[in-house]
């Protein structure tokens, strides 16, 4: 199955600065999945990452906000822009492959301040 | 919503007891999924049941899908403290996975 290796594991950022979180899988995958859990919430998907195209983003969710990069088939980056504390969320990127079908990164939480 | 509705938001039962949550979905799904999460660590995996499946069992857990109804239940039977955590379901739409808002379980010794 899947092992993904998700950077940082935790940052705290200045509002208005960015975060860029890095998702390294040990195979190929054809999708990634990028998730943000607010404190005290469950995951909500943010947008789904094909190599080679544009991320296809949920509602609610903008590219100008939250940019994701797919340059291949291993890897993937989300940023978030312009940070405010109402930002402050774990976010998890996720690939379809293992057991379960779905592999998880451990997370990266993320406090505005 | 994207993610559904789940019931109850919060549990909390002592020891021994049973605990039964429930999850539905609106569109049809190719399979559910039932994580734990406890104290905001990571997503853990618990069961995977398939839309053409009724029920499924994994130790103390038992899954049930009932597609008619477009729901779903987990229950814990004999909880112990190490329960206490959040669960969610998680519904397989396409290659998408949607989680629904959890449950917060509380088993108390």
């Known amino acids: 199955s899947a092992v993904i290796s998700q950077k940082p594991s935790r940052d705290i950022c200045q509002r208005g600065t960015s975060l860029t979180i890095q998702c390294q899988v040990d195979?190929?995958?054809?999708?990634m999945f990028w998730y943000r859990q607010q404190p005290g919430q469950s995951l909500t998907l943010i947008a789904t990452a094909n190599q080679g195209s544009e991320a296809t983003y949920e509602s609610g969710f903008v590219i100008d906000k939250f940019p994701i990069s797919r340059p291949n088939l291993t890897f993937s980056t989300l940023t978030v822009s312009n940070l405010s504390p109402e930002d402050s969320s774990i976010y998890l990127c996720?690939?379809?492959?293992?057991?379960?079908?779905?592999?998880f990164g451990s997370g990266t939480r993320l406090t505005v301040v | 919503s994207q993610q559904g509705e789940e019931d109850p938001q919060a549990l909390s039962i002592q020891e021994g007891e049973n605990a039964t949550m429930n999850c539905s979905y609106k569109?049809?799904?190719?399979?559910l999924q039932w994580y734990r999460q406890n104290s905001g660590r990571g997503l853990v995996h618990l069961i995977l049941i398939r839309s053409n499946e009724r029920e499924k069992h994994s130790g103390r857990l038992r899954v049930t899908l009932d597609t008619s109804k477009k729901s779903s239940s987990l229950l814990i039977t004999a909880s112990r403290a190490a329960d206490t955590a959040s669960y969610f379901c998680?519904?397989?739409?396409?290659?998408?996975?949607?989680f629904g808002a959890g449950t917060i379980l509380r088993v108390k010794s």
């Open positions: 569109t049809s799904i190719n399979n």
């Open positions: 195979s190929q995958v054809t999708m």
């Open positions: 998680a519904k397989e739409y396409g290659n998408k996975l949607v």
């Open positions: 996720s690939v379809v492959g293992g057991a379960y079908g779905y592999t």
